[in-house]
């Protein structure tokens, strides 16, 4: 594992919010650019990231081969595409960020997909994240609270061609009942504690990755034995905070 890992997140989300912070407001997607986007410089520069900084550290080569087809530079909005295939989260409006390849990457791992799976996603921000679990599951289920945010989201994981994913936007503190159990689930803000229904969502055998805590913060994996759930930390990492009921609850 790398030990650098947090001071990279710490560094690179400080360098994000002065770049956001420059701009009144940042400017959105027009729309998904899809035909033709994905060019020559651009796979050459996302196979550079995923060699340089993914495939020393990740196994499992069903995530390295998604993280190849995925184009990152189509969910970061154009002003920020420059920095497309950096290993650095980058911002997507409203105060969200894309998270960092690596990131992605490890936390997808940790999941342990065969393709059969039903995925749960809480925080579809761009909606890069949820493309690449549907590479590696049979169904995902996406929550978005921000409707700008989720809406762009759909928008461009249609124009991708992605059928297996379902976007809502909503509070996602309870998750999406009427399609649980859920064989994972994933959590891509960080709560104080991660909610009791998306814990009850699990399926028995079932995994869920989620970044918990305030400032300090550590991404922590779940799994369902039956009636009991076993927690065990991974790493030390820094989200944008879970927002909505989670947040209220945690005050």
């Known amino acids: ?16 919010l002065v770049a956001g912070a420059c701009q ?24 550079e990231l995923i060699q ?3 495939e020393p550290e990740v196994r499992d080569q069903r995530v390295i081969a998604a993280m190849k087809k995925v184009p990152r530079h189509l969910f970061v909005p154009e ?26 990457a490890y936390m997808t791992e940790a999941l342990r997909l065969s393709g059969k799976e039903r995925v749960l996603e809480i925080g579809t921000g761009s909606g890069y ?3 690449i679990l549907a590479e590696l599951a049979k169904e995902v ?30 509070d996602g503190y309870r998750g999406w009942p009427e399609a649980a159990p859920f ?6 803000a960080a709560p104080e504690e991660v909610p009791p229904p998306l814990l009850e969502q699990l399926a028995d055998g079932g995994r869920l990755i989620a970044p918990v805590g305030g400032r300090s913060q550590q991404l922590v994996l779940y799994e369902r034995h039956g009636n009991r759930i076993s927690a065990r ?7 944008v905070p879970m927002t909505g009921e989670a947040q209220v609850r945690g005050k």
Request: with cysteine.
């Open 233 to 239: 930390e991974l790493i030390p990492v820094i989200f």
């Open 79 to 104: 002003e920020f595409r420059r920095w497309a295939y950096d290993d650095r989260p980058l911002p997507v409006g409203h105060g969200q960020t894309i998270s960092q390849p690596y990131i992605v």
């Open 129 to 131: 994240q949820a493309a």
């Open 141 to 170: 289920y996406t929550i978005e609270i921000i409707e700008a945010l989720g809406q762009r989201a759909k928008a461009t994981l249609e124009a991708l061609g992605y059928k297996n994913i379902k976007v809502r936007i909503g």
């Open 52 to 54: 340089r900084h993914i």
């Open 24 to 47: 009144a407001k940042p400017r959105p997607l027009e729309g998904p650019q899809v035909e033709g986007a994905d060019g020559e410089y651009e796979r050459k520069a996302r196979l």
């Open 183 to 188: 064989d994972a689930i994933m959590l891509t």
């Open 1 to 16: 594992m790398r030990c650098y890992a947090t001071l990279l997140v710490l560094l690179t989300l400080a360098a994000v």
